[in-house]
């Protein structure tokens, strides 16, 4: 039986080689997302700014909540004491400890945002002058990439927290090693009066001493902690902090991966298998046992998928990588995070590929054994389309499934929806799967056969073929379903979630003009000469920021921060229950009424809220002020709040105004980077906050769908090319190669018109109850182009694919076909 199936596969070429695209695209994929999640378990950033010392000491990146549950990476970039650096010196063996500050910074010409520094850091580099000499009081050391024609003893206008400088440029240095982002060096005391608590310290052993060993050694305060190696990264960058959101992505990634591939493997064989009912039958009936008939469907089918897994692996290192670097360029993350692949996400791959596999060839090779002789030929004259009472009940229930998360979704605070709804696009794709011959054959209306049969003989044979072959059409019908529900269910559900979360952000805070600016924040001196702009009636400053309530606890908001918002201005447009937002001053807090009352604190209470930088403050409560529903803020000072982030600074100006145009075209030339708008802007930057999400939700539908349209090409052909027989005696009973083309085009443009239709009702059980959930109606929100775009892709695939395989179908003689040992 090895060696027949070895012969099979000369003359079956395109369904296996439908099957070796499938795996090796699977196995690849999945490779790739077991690379992220190695990435996201490791999290190695080697550093650069700071590569030279070999133990950094920082506060704890990551939130945990003190009932245990879960972590998060703070928002802000967590201080240490300004004395545990003295302290730290006075060790047994440690030779130096150098405290690093950092500021925004911004040279001129030019609204670059960068960071500056005390030049005791140097060394962390290390910098070293190439000309010129140390800062003093009123001087800067500027990277070479930044200094330009300046040369030591000019003039240079420096932004420090997005306040204009002018400086005497007093050296010129470089970095040792490649670093990305170049630095700017203020003298010491000019570096702590900006920024008095250092970020990070570097730790440098006495000689002999053992680096680890010293690490574990340093009696760090509690929310502090030492990093060696390419763990360092986490107290150089943002945003490494927890493996979470990698991790998360990673398994959803893979999941749909796994899902997808099950389900176009099971289709393209089965597809595979009914084509062959007739070789099948005449096997059994020449002896052949039903054990030695499913080893060689099994056998031929292991051999194709196993070439396939093997050359995928290969790929998946390039898989992993090319997304990785998509998601870095994106922001997702950080761009210095390292991307590991080790050999557990190869074996993995390899594993889940090689069950995935078997059990689905397994599935259609048993059918293939059990059917008898006269049956099998019986069928390959006439498919049975009938479903099996099992295969009924597994599809019913996933239709329930998918049912029931849609219902649960429309109940669900705006947070959860997406979590809760987004798996019942993929389990009714699931249930259409299984379903699928039986969607198709109740699909066919008499109204809309009807139409079809108007177009003549061809319309008569397709709607025959469309009820006569519903099972072949159904593999057709599931990758078109599938990557129609994943495209248009993953991205209207996040442009809708996003248009609802933008919409309760912007509608609750008053401003006719927004200014922002690139060169770290909003400076003093700004917001004060805004305040005289002409036009202008109110001015606040507005700060973004996240944290948790810990005293009393929130249980309601664990891992997952409450957004808090800074302000110092009549701005806030939300309803205020009891107290006012005007005594929002100095150490208070506005909570919202629900909040309030689940934590049993009124207006005169005090809380414990955890800020974004780790710092505990005690706040009275002065105001319940209401928000969207699902969307609350907790509202601030934005004195207060700005203090606890990473720039220090208000992040955008908020102007109230009778002149709008006047506000408009003021001069705001004098700070780098300040620039004034319209209220689009409050938007735009909170929209950014929400891109993450998003770009995961584009990402993975992007590849889902690339997967599924190969797949799609791959099954039309199979299909097509297994029909010669039929051309050719359509042929010579007076049919036409038009006319036989025209029955292919009629009957594809049904399964993909199908296809679509039944796609977008899948995508709906997502789509719909989660625009319910964030908005209150069932209306999602979205450019409707992507709609008309992915039709138009739909059929760009089916069409044309239909069309050139039809030709190769009938490029042989109708004779010939008929004694062609295929089709």
Known sequence: MIRLALITLRYRTAAFLAVFVAVLLGSALLSAAGGLLETGLRLNAPPQRLAAAPILVTGDPAYHPPNGSGSAAFPERHPVDAGLATKLAGTPGVAQAIPDRSFPAAVSPGTTPLIGHGWASAPLTPYQLKAGHAPQTGQVVLDQRLAGSAKPGDQVTVALRGDPKTLTLAGIAAAQHEVDVPSVFLADIDAERISPAPDAIGVFPAAG?????????????????????????????????????????????????????????????????????????????????????????????????????????????????????????????????????????????????????????????????????????????????????????????????????????????????????????????????????????????????????????????????????????AAILIPITIATTIALGNIYAQTTQQKAAVEAYTDNLAADVVITSTSGGIPATLTESARSLPGVTAVSELVRSKGWIEEPYDTSHTSDAWPLLGLNGPVYKGKVTKGSLDDLTDNSVALPPGTAKKLKVDVGSEIGLRLGDDALVKLKVVALAEGPSGYESILLPAKLLAAHTTTGLPGQLLLKTDDKKAALTSDLSRWPGATAGDRDLLGAGYDAGLGVDAWIAYLLAGIAVAYTAIASINTIAVAVLDRRREFGLQRLTGSTRRQVRRMLTLESLVIAALGLVVGMIAAAFTVLPIAVATRGWPIPSGPVWILFAWVAVVLLLVLPTTAMTGRIAMRPKPMDALSSPVG
């Open 209 to 473: 001493t053992s680096v680890r060993e010293l690490a574990k050694r340093l009696g760090l305060p509690e929310g502090v902690r030492a990093y060696t190696g390419d763990d360092r990264g986490a107290a150089e960058y943002s945003g490494i902090a927890t493996s979470l959101p990698l991790i998360i992505m990673s398994g959803v990634f893979g999941g749909m991966v796994a899902v997808v591939m099950a389900l176009v493997v099971s289709a393209t064989i089965g597809l595979s298998v009914r084509q062959r009912r007739r070789e099948l039958a005449l096997l059994r009936a020449s002896g052949a046992t039903p054990g030695q008939v499913g080893k060689m469907v099994i056998a031929e089918t292991m051999l194709v998928g196993v070439i396939g897994l093997v050359l995928g692996l290969l790929c998946g290192r390039i898989a992993g990588t090319w997304i990785f670097g998509m998601l870095a360029d994106g922001g997702i993350v950080p761009s210095q995070l390292r991307f590991d692949q080790g050999p557990l996400p190869f074996a993995g791959a390899a594993i889940l590929t090689f069950v995935v596999l078997r059990v689905t060839v397994g599935f259609a090779a048993g059918r293939a054994a059990r059917i008898r002789p006269i049956q099998a030929l019986a069928e390959a004259a006439v498919p049975n389309v009938e479903l099996g009472r099992i295969r009924l009940i597994v599809g019913a229930v996933f239709a329930a499934a998918t049912v029931s998360i849609a219902v649960s979704t429309l109940f669900m605070s705006p947070a959860n929806a997406a979590a809760i709804g987004g798996p019942a696009g993929l389990t009714g794709s699931i249930a259409v799967a299984i379903l699928a011959p039986l969607v198709i054959q109740r699909a066919l209306v008499p109204r809309l056969t009807a139409l079809i049969e108007k177009r003549g003989t061809s319309g008569v044979l397709a709607v025959i073929n469309l009820r006569v072959r519903a099972v072949q059409f």
